[in-house]
């Protein structure tokens, strides 16, 4: 089963209230999506580390729901 971008995106909020989200789905499956994803949260935070973060606000989504996931992460 896939995630939907709803979905995906109530996760992401729930993580970062302040967020700036945009979702747009590669595939047309509900399964690749590209998110861009801007929150003050990513301010002074290591590009890898704010991927780590969002990954971890799926709450282990990754690799079953959701198959692949390009991310764009910033601060404002």
Known sequence: MAMSATELEAYILK????????????????????????S??????????QHQLVYNALEGHMG????ALALRTSAP
Not at 40 to 49: G, H, K, Y
Not at 64 to 67: E, S
């Open 40 to 49: 003050e949260a990513f301010r002074d935070v290591p590009r890898v580390r």
């Open 64 to 67: 079953g729901k959701l198959h």
């Open 15 to 38: 993580a970062f209230p302040d967020a700036q989200i945009r979702i747009d789905d590669l595939a047309g499956d509900g399964d690749h999506y590209s998110c861009s994803i801007v």
